[in-house]
Nanobody, 115 residues
C-alpha cells in the first residue's frame, strides 16, 4: 500500500506561481513513477507531468515551459512548480504513484487561477 498526501493548492491570480507537494509513504520500492494529473469540472482527468524513480520526466504539451516536476532526494516526495498560471489551469490536481500497473491516488488539491 502507498499513501499520498498533496498540499499547496490555492487561489492565485493569472500569471502567478504555485508549488504543489506530494508526500508518499508506505511500500515504496524502485522502479516506480509518480506524477500529477488534473481534472477540471466537466472535463476528464488529464496527465500533467510524471517523473520516474530514475529521474526521467515527461510533460503534457500544455504545460511545457511553465511547469516543472521534481523529486526530493529522499525520492518519496515530488513537487510541481507551476509558473505563468492561466485560468485554464484551474482544476483539482491529484498525485499518482504507479508501480507495475498498480496505481495509487492522493485526495487532490484545488488550484484556482482567477483575478
Amino acid at each position: 500500500q502507498v499513501q499520498l498526501v498533496e498540499s499547496g493548492g490555492a487561489l492565485v491570480q493569472p500569471g502567478g506561481s504555485l508549488r504543489l507537494s506530494c508526500a508518499a509513504s508506505g511500500s515504496i520500492f524502485s522502479p516506480y513513477a509518480m506524477g500529477w494529473y488534473r481534472q477540471a469540472p466537466g472535463n476528464e482527468r488529464e496527465g500533467v507531468a510524471t517523473i520516474s524513480s530514475s529521474g526521467s520526466v515527461n510533460y503534457a504539451d500544455f504545460v511545457k515551459g511553465r511547469f516543472t516536476i521534481s523529486m526530493a532526494d529522499a525520492k518519496s516526495t515530488i513537487y510541481l512548480q507551476m509558473n505563468s498560471l492561466k485560468p485554464e489551469d484551474t482544476a483539482v490536481y491529484s498525485c499518482n504513484f504507479e508501480r507495475f500497473g498498480l496505481n495509487y491516488w492522493g485526495q487532490g488539491t484545488q488550484v484556482t487561477v482567477s483575478s
